[in-house]
């Protein structure tokens, strides 16, 4: 039987369709700062650099495939360690909630009644397993950023362990791509090697969690959001 899904949940579900398909135009279209243009801009902002940073970071973080990632890496290059370390974690924590609650508020319900049993199964073991499952994610440097912030927003996850887990998965991964670009100048230099190192652990650590799910037929209670 077919779940009916009232007027105002498809619109819902509308506008937020509507609201990806403009970041992704606006993304390829206008396209986002060079380094040279981020450096340029923040120098000139005095005092202002850091929150500028951060609102462009959170920003781009909007985007559903922001590249988090490169923005992390010029944290540690245009502000140095500790303050882009601080900068990078404010920042993602915070268009990491902003995407969980506008995907929570706006497709969450179309989502669950176009879907119905097939989604309340997957549902069912992320609530459960809600801080579990996304501290993994957040852990492993596979798993897109962006995608898994709206991806997340869609289950019944509980909003709480959504954050706290982000907050404390986010940790070693910014620390190591910071790390990546504070001493990158310094290639030989043991923070710079650390990092690299800690990387491929990272990324080797995603791989043998992706093929262990894969062997196990995808039973595992946490989804790969992709």
Same mark, same amino acid.
């Given at each position: 039987?077919?779940?009916? +899904? ?15 398909? #403009? ?6 279209? %206008?396209?986002? =700062? ?29 985007? =559903?495939?922001? @590249? *988090?990632?490169?923005? #992390? ?8 360690? &500790? ?31 176009? #879907? ?27 798993? @897109? ?9 869609? *289950? ?9 887990? *982000?907050?404390?998965? +986010? ?12 001493? &990158? ?7 710079? %090697? ?8 990272? *990324? ?8 262990? +799910? ?13």
């Amino acid at each position: 039987m077919k779940t009916r +899904i009232s007027r105002s949940v498809l619109l819902k579900a509308g506008v937020l369709l509507g609201l990806v398909v #403009t970041a992704v135009v606006l993304q390829l279209s %206008v396209g986002l =700062p060079s380094q040279g243009e981020l450096r340029s801009t923040l120098d000139g902002l005095g005092t202002w650099a850091v929150p500028a940073f951060m609102a462009t970071y959170a920003a781009i973080s909007l985007l =559903p495939a922001g @590249p *988090t990632a490169v923005m #992390t890496i010029l944290g540690g290059v245009l502000l140095g360690f &500790g303050t882009g370390l601080a900068a990078v974690l404010g920042a993602a924590v915070l268009g990491a909630l902003a995407a969980f609650f506008v995907s929570r508020l706006l497709g969450r319900d179309a989502v669950r009644g176009l #879907t119905g049993h097939r989604f309340a199964s997957l549902d069912s073991r992320v609530r459960d397993n809600g801080f579990a499952t996304v501290l993994l994610a957040r852990l492993i440097p596979l798993v @897109p950023f962006s995608t898994a912030n709206y991806a997340f927003g869609l *289950t019944s996850v509980r909003a709480r362990s959504y954050a706290v887990a *982000t907050v404390l998965g +986010i940790v070693p991964g910014s620390a190591v791509y910071v790390a990546v670009g504070a001493f &990158g100048a310094e290639p030989g230099s043991l923070p710079f %090697v650390l990092a690299v190192v800690a990387l491929v652990l990272l *990324t080797v650590l995603g791989v043998w969690r992706q093929r262990r +799910i894969g062997g196990r037929g995808g039973s595992a209670s946490a989804p790969t959001p992709a």
